[in-house]
């Protein structure tokens, strides 16, 4: 992959990723350091489905677009961390605690981070998402994560 190419994809993983309402999105730029991939790209979900669906919007962007597919891929069946392996970069989905826990970006400080801005939400959305919060439910229809559906208030 040509280096520019490269970032571009790494990007559109990261709007794929964001879509998903992926939280502290950022790309670590490994180019000037003696590393064995050119970026990472690391996110976080509040629970295992977000995580995996997450995962999977980047793995859609990236086939669909780019015709691109992960040499390598890593902790689908437990959804704590999720690693998509493209070689030239790496894509991590964290649960949000796993992510404090292991702290890719200290472990790798000397990187250059490309910040990646808050998407807006559109407005039909952000009102599903303000309804949501109030009924215990997420936009997509899915419990919240620890709730059981008894706490969830009938329709």
């Known amino acids: ?9 790494v990007k559109a993983a990261a709007s794929a990723a964001m879509s998903r309402r992926a939280q502290d999105g950022i790309i670590l730029d ?4 003696d590393c064995f991939t050119d970026f990472f790209a690391i996110f976080s979900g509040v629970s295992d489905i977000q995580v995996e669906g997450i995962s999977q919007a980047v793995l859609e962007e990236l086939e669909t677009n780019w015709e691109q597919r992960p040499w390598h891929q890593e902790g689908e069946r437990k959804a704590d961390w999720i690693l998509l392996d493209y070689v030239d970069f790496v894509v991590h989905v964290f649960l949000a605690e796993r992510r404090a826990y292991y702290n890719l970006e200290r472990l790798w400080a000397e990187a250059g ?16 998402s303000e309804d949501a919060l109030e009924n215990k439910v997420d936009p997509d229809g899915v419990l919240v994560f620890g709730d059981t559906e008894e706490d969830v208030p009938e329709e």
């Open 1 to 9: 992959m040509a280096e520019n190419n490269t970032l571009e994809i």
């Open 30 to 33: 490994l180019r000037e350091l």
């Open 113 to 128: 981070r490309i910040e990646l801005p808050e998407l807006e939400m559109p407005a039909h959305l952000e009102s599903a």
